[in-house]
């Protein structure tokens, strides 16, 4: 058994198969499902697991050099979720992150239900 880090199979082997600017979705519960891309669904009920714990989780696996949300978030609990984790952050309508899901290597759909909980994180290298 793994001593620590992400438990789920299906998403540990997931994140060990991306690369350098890879894009990983991380979604609220209902951000529409992108076709022909990897989904992890961790959504159990509205609220399970949270955003910022899935987030988080993440952000101790990998390595992301660059994070874009949707506009509408920037100023909602998303916004500031994302802005105590990244400097620099790209903002871009929440249409156009719809439509940047299409192109990620990974989709992952978390139980969140605040409005905007969605973020396309970009994937990048040790040093």
Request: charged share 20%; glycine share 8%; proline share 5%.
């Amino acid at each position: 058994m793994k001593r620590r880090g992400i438990l789920n199979a299906e998403l540990s082997g997931a994140l060990a198969r991306l690369g350098h600017t890879d894009i990983v979705i991380l979604a609220d519960c209902g951000m529409p499902l992108p076709r022909d891309v990897t989904v992890i669904d961790l959504a159990l009920v509205h609220g399970i697991p949270r955003f910022e714990q899935v987030l988080d989780a993440l952000l101790d696996e990998m390595i992301f050099e660059g994070c874009i949300a949707a506009e509408e978030a920037r100023t909602a609990p998303p916004g500031v979720w994302l802005a105590a984790r990244f400097d620099g952050i790209e903002y871009i309508s929440h249409e156009q992150l719809k439509d940047l899901s299409a192109s990620a290597k990974l989709f992952i759909r978390t139980g969140e239900a605040t409005p905007f909980a969605n973020a396309a994180l970009v994937c990048g290298v040790s040093l």
